[in-house]
């Protein structure tokens, strides 16, 4: 499994040698599979956020990670998240009409999806 850390409070991905704390299942979240280092720094809060990579690549072959911003032909912008249920990536979004879209994440839809960002970098 290939891992990245997202440094909560620079608000930029960390270097491997930065990264100090225990790894764990964000408690707040339940059983959901987004890992968090506890930094036990003063300010006691969840210093990084841990995102898994998919393994699979967009049309322009950058990687794909948990949290990533995925655009469509179709216009659609999709978020990669981690559905503990199925233990795999899914990929959701929301139209112009609120409408909710929401499917597995399998190599066969990599060829029509862009990543444009993460919902890190660039907010939710």
Known sequence: MKLKAWDNH???????????????????SGDTGVFY?????????????????????????KEIWEGDKLKSSNGLVFVVTWNQERFGFQIKAKDKH?????????????SDLEVIGNIYEGGE
């Open 10 to 28: 620079e608000k930029r991905w960390a270097k491997t040698h930065e990264i100090e704390g225990e790894l764990f299942i964000n408690p707040e």
């Open 37 to 61: 280092i506890h930094d036990h720094s003063a300010s006691g809060k969840l210093h990084y956020t841990v995102v898994k990579s998919t393994g699979l690549k967009d049309r322009h072959g």
């Open 98 to 110: 609120g409408i909710e879209y929401e499917k597995g994440f399998q190599s066969q839809v990599e």
